[in-house]
């Protein structure tokens, strides 16, 4: 299969569209263009908002140092021939709401979404970032009729960053030296891995008794309605922005790196016809591969449920679409 990077020359920027320019998707503008990785559209149904958001940050330029081209926009024909197309667009969660309470509102806007994105981007490759995420995952692959390495979500990078944060914290240690592995649904029934996190290549299990371990487990699961509770008027977003940036430039400069990303399974962990956390290597064709890792009894029947869970939201979600 031809790379979808492969029709580029050295001297274009690549061509990141990103729909919907609510805190996510414009913090994500931000991420990419700072670190000089693309051009970007941005679009959203709002007229007037995308347009003064590409303004304000182009207006930045010279004082940040890139050369990224910026564009707001309400049309889908601007965001034509991107590379890279990543789908915030969506309600937010608001205080007391799950991430499920937003199925209905939600699947039908990235449906319509992912329909008119793809119209004029066949080749792009598909991040989803809304939520709930591993269902709006399954519909864009759905919508799109892409082959499924060609559309992921982002949440394995996020739910592993917070428990990476959350060990780092409790241990007084450089978040930069653990490395944490979350698999499963994002939400609720997230299955952390304390035997595969580690601090300088050493399992946490080592260095904290069950107790706190099971303690950040749990605050990595409530990692998004902690945030949700505490601001009272919408959710995270400077995270959900960077782990979405590190897979557009695993993508964009092909970097094949091992990351945790919402992917569809087909017998892999004994799983068939879902999106589901998992390690994958991801590089500029998409999805390379996904990593089995070997789980115990109790991790292999938490990710079991955790699967089940999304299973029947994807199943709720295609009934509402085609009532």
């Known amino acids: 299969m ?27 503008v931000e991420r990419i263009i700072h670190k000089n990785l693309a051009d970007v559209v941005l679009l959203d149904i709002v007229e007037g908002m995308p347009q003064a958001i590409a303004l304000d940050l182009l207006e930045a330029r010279g004082i940040d140092g890139h050369d990224c081209q910026l564009v707001g926009t309400n049309d889908y024909a601007e965001t034509a021939a991107s590379d890279v197309v990543v789908i915030t667009a969506g309600i937010p969660r608001q205080a007391g709401m799950s991430r499920d309470d937003l199925l209905k509102t939600n699947a039908q806007i990235v449906v319509n979404v992912a329909r008119q994105a793809i119209a004029y981007s066949p080749n792009a490759l598909f991040i989803v970032v809304t939520n709930p995420l591993d269902v709006m995952t399954y519909l864009t692959w759905q919508t799109t009729e892409l082959p499924a390495e060609r559309v992921m979500g982002m949440a394995g990078v996020l739910d592993s960053a917070r428990f990476q944060a959350f060990i780092a914290m409790e241990l007084g240690i450089c978040s930069q030296d653990v490395k944490a592995l979350v698999l499963g ?37 409530q990692g998004g309605a902690e945030i949700v509770e505490l601001m009272r008027t919408g959710g995270a977003y400077f995270a959900p922005a960077s782990a979405t940036c590190l897979m557009v430039e695993a993508i964009l400069r092909n970097q094949s790196r091992l990351v945790l990303a919402s992917a569809y399974l087909q017998g892999e962990y004994g799983l068939k016809d879902i ?17 089995e890792l070997q789980l115990n009894a109790s991790e292999q029947a938490a990710l079991q449920a955790s699967a089940d869970s999304v299973s029947q939201n994807i199943e709720r979600a295609v009934a509402i679409l085609g009532n």
């Not at 996190?197 to 080592?206: L, Q």
């Open 2 to 28: 031809p790379s979808p990077l492969s029709s580029l020359t050295a001297c274009h920027h690549h061509r990141v569209a990103i729909i919907g320019s609510g805190r996510v998707g414009s913090t994500l």
């Open 275 to 291: 999106f589901l956390g998992m390690p994958i290597r991801l590089g500029c064709r998409g999805i390379e591969s996904i990593v």
């Open 185 to 221: 649904g994002h939400g609720d029934l997230m299955v952390p891995l304390p035997q595969y996190s580690t601090v300088g290549g050493i399992p946490i299990t080592e260095l904290m008794d069950t107790a706190t371990i099971n303690r950040l487990v749990e605050r990595t699961r």
